[in-house]
């Protein structure tokens, strides 16, 4: 009758043991929905832009995950002895805690930078030039940054790792975007009359954009440059300096010029080049 009892106190308290983390992690799974939620209905009335914002809602709700985790486990006494023990009496494993503990750290000191600094925000145009990653930036969590390809494929890179490369950002300060239109016409083209046509193109694709300042349009500055800028083996190599509001514009905006100039060359007669081979057969 006595072990009956006692058999019976172990599992009330056992019981009550097990609820009290079940509530725990239903808490702090639930607290960390509606801090989500808060920060996500204020988003305008906070005045802070969507990169510190996205990265504070993910620093709040780690917090309140670990928070939440640490109480789950001291709420349990034989568990906060067992953390206890493997902290206090295990060199090793307290040195791959620590060489853990240094790596997320450093994340996470990388992402506050980040945040604060700003050289890039989400949905920036960002090509990490040693990694050979370009796309637009989707996420900045607690870990790493989150790009999203081209090819809609997602690139994941730690804080740190990021932090510490050379960025180019495509959106960063103004978004304004020169394309190079590059173009080779032959020795017996008419050279200024190609470079009038690329300038009429440009002008009238819609993704165009007039760059000058004011006092360049008082100088009389052209809207498009035009220039040689080298001479190959069997072309004259134009470039042309055509605007666009934004990067995203400027890739189209050179499609379509490629093929809108290369159909105005054939219409009116410029030549673009290509090799030509002389083959001179020997009769033995």
């Given at each position: 009758?006595?072990?009956?009892?006692?058999?019976?106190?172990?599992?009330i308290?056992?019981?009550?043991?097990?609820?009290?983390?079940?509530?725990?992690?239903?808490?702090?799974?639930?607290?960390?929905?509606?801090?989500?939620?808060?920060l996500?209905?204020?988003?305008?009335k906070?005045?802070?832009d969507?990169t510190?914002?996205?990265?504070?809602?993910?620093?709040?709700?780690?917090?309140?995950?670990?928070?939440?985790?640490?109480l789950?486990i001291?709420?349990v006494?034989?568990?906060?002895?067992?953390?206890?023990s493997l902290?206090?009496?295990?060199?090793?494993?307290?040195?791959?805690?620590?060489?853990?503990?240094?790596?997320?750290?450093?994340?996470?000191?990388?992402?506050?930078?980040?945040?604060?600094y700003?050289?890039?925000?989400?949905?920036?145009?960002?090509?990490?030039?040693?990694?050979?990653?370009?796309?637009?930036?989707e996420?900045?969590?607690?870990?790493?940054?989150i790009?999203?390809?081209f090819?809609?494929?997602?690139?994941?890179?730690?804080?740190?790792?990021?932090?510490?490369?050379?960025?180019?950002?495509?959106?960063?300060?103004?978004?304004k975007?020169?394309?190079?239109?590059?173009?080779?016409?032959?020795?017996?083209s008419?050279?200024?009359?190609?470079?009038?046509?690329?300038k009429?193109?440009?002008?009238?694709?819609?993704?165009?954009?007039d760059?000058?300042?004011?006092?360049?349009?008082?100088?009389?500055?052209?809207?498009?440059?035009?220039?040689?800028?080298?001479?190959?083996d069997?072309?004259?190599?134009?470039?042309?300096w055509?605007?666009?509001?934004d990067?995203g514009s400027?890739?189209?905006?050179?499609?379509d010029?490629?093929?809108?100039?290369?159909?105005?060359?054939?219409?009116?007669?410029?030549?673009?080049?290509?090799?030509?081979?002389?083959?001179?057969?020997?009769?033995?």
């Amino acid at each position: 009758m006595m072990l009956d009892k006692i058999n019976q106190q172990l599992l009330i308290g056992y019981g009550v043991r097990i609820t009290v983390i079940l509530l725990i992690i239903l808490a702090t799974f639930m607290i960390a929905k509606v801090v989500k939620k808060v920060l996500k209905k204020n988003e305008r009335k906070i005045k802070i832009d969507k990169t510190q914002l996205k990265f504070m809602t993910h620093f709040l709700t780690g917090i309140i995950y670990f928070v939440g985790t640490t109480l789950a486990i001291y709420s349990v006494p034989s568990l906060r002895t067992l953390a206890t023990s493997l902290f206090a009496g295990s060199g090793v494993i307290a040195l791959i805690i620590g060489f853990a503990s240094q790596q997320a750290f450093s994340n996470i000191v990388s992402g506050i930078f980040i945040a604060i600094y700003k050289p890039f925000r989400i949905g920036d145009r960002l090509q990490v030039i040693g990694k050979g990653v370009s796309g637009i930036v989707e996420d900045i969590n607690l870990r790493h940054t989150i790009i999203r390809t081209f090819e809609n494929k997602r690139i994941i890179l730690p804080n740190a790792t990021i932090n510490s490369d050379i960025l180019e950002n495509a959106n960063i300060v103004e978004e304004k975007t020169c394309r190079f239109i590059d173009m080779g016409i032959s020795y017996e083209s008419d050279t200024d009359k190609a470079m009038a046509i690329i300038k009429e193109e440009a002008q009238k694709h819609p993704a165009y954009f007039d760059a000058r300042t004011k006092e360049e349009k008082e100088k009389g500055v052209e809207e498009v440059t035009v220039k040689i800028i080298s001479f190959g083996d069997s072309s004259v190599n134009l470039r042309a300096w055509v605007w666009t509001k934004d990067p995203g514009s400027a890739f189209q905006l050179g499609c379509d010029l490629n093929k809108n100039i290369k159909t105005r060359f054939d219409r009116e007669g410029i030549e673009i080049p290509y090799p030509y081979r002389t083959v001179i057969l020997k009769n033995k």
